[in-house]
């Protein structure tokens, strides 16, 4: 029911606000801001996405909880979708997902209702109280898995192994 409201109501509300505002300062300077916010908010995602990669990078690095970056990096990208879709209301919310202390607002509404119990990333496990390594994690760290054949069974050959001539090929 919401999603039919929303898709009802902001076309309504976005031709109201053309009207006003072409009635107040014309229809030539109401299409320039159109395209200006549309320029200006793809300028303004394209910063605002390259740090939330990288954000989202370091907690990756870290091992932290990547749910917070994720979450302003899908932020952004709604925001990006509002500031290109023509209208004065889009452009708001749009502008409005742009400034990080509304983002961190709306995260936490997000998280307030949404609970994750666990977050699995490689073989260590992220619960709501910290990380866990995997069984391949812990220990020293000086262990490393790999394959051998053993060559010292091998009898030796008399010369050159063939891949190279010897010193009386020449």
Do not use: N
């Not at 309504?12 to 229809?27: N, R, T, W």
Request: net charge neutral.
């Amino acid at each position: 029911m919401f999603l039919f409201l929303a898709f009802l109501m902001v076309p309504i509300i976005e031709i109201a606000l053309f009207i006003q505002l072409g009635g107040l300062i014309g229809v030539w300077p109401t299409l320039a801001i159109v395209v200006l916010t549309a320029v200006l908010g793809t300028w303004l995602v394209r910063t605002q996405g390259r740090m939330a990669i990288g954000q989202l990078r370091h907690s990756f690095e870290r091992l932290d909880d990547p749910t917070e970056p994720l979450a302003h990096g899908a932020m952004i990208l709604v925001s990006g979708a509002l500031l290109l879709t023509p209208g004065f209301f889009t452009d708001a919310v749009g502008f409005a997902l742009l400034v990080p202390g509304i983002r961190k607002l709306v995260f936490r509404q997000l998280k307030a209702r949404v609970k994750v119990a666990q977050f699995q990333m490689g073989s260590g496990t992220i619960h709501s109280h910290g990380f866990h390594p995997g069984p391949s994690q812990q220990g020293s760290g000086d262990v490393i898995d790999g394959e051998f054949e053993d060559v010292t069974t091998r009898r030796p050959q008399s010369g050159p192994s063939g891949w190279v001539k010897g010193p009386d090929d020449h």
